[in-house]
């Protein structure tokens, strides 16, 4: 195969869609693993909430941060998704629930 036929075959459009789909496949695996993430923090924090940390405001505020940081991972990566650049956490936040009411509308 020539340099010219190579080069044709990597700017074709079927070189383009079979990378794009793997590319696909691999984002939605990494986000499925966020989500995945998000849930074992939250059964996490369901099992261990006790008295002793609803009275233990460091306890309390690392926890939070622990879904917090979880949260935004997904929901920047749905917004890398929907090729809308990622900003600051509360902004990533307030587009996802946006995307999601128009989905379940």
């Known amino acids: ?27 939605k695996k990494r986000l499925l693993g966020k989500v995945e993430t998000v849930i074992e923090r939250v059964e996490f924090i369901t099992e261990h909430l006790s008295q002793q940390i609803l009275r233990d405001r460091l306890l309390r505020k690392a926890l939070y ?27 990533n936040i307030d587009f996802s629930v946006v995307v999601l009411e128009r989905i379940k509308n």
């Open 1 to 27: 195969m020539g340099i010219n036929t190579t080069i044709g075959y990597l700017l074709s459009s079927s070189f383009s869609i079979r990378t794009r789909k793997e590319m696909n496949a691999e984002i």
């Open 65 to 91: 941060k622990e879904f917090q940081e979880a949260v935004s991972d997904v929901c920047a990566m749905l917004r890398r998704r929907l090729n809308s650049s990622a900003k600051d956490d509360y902004s």
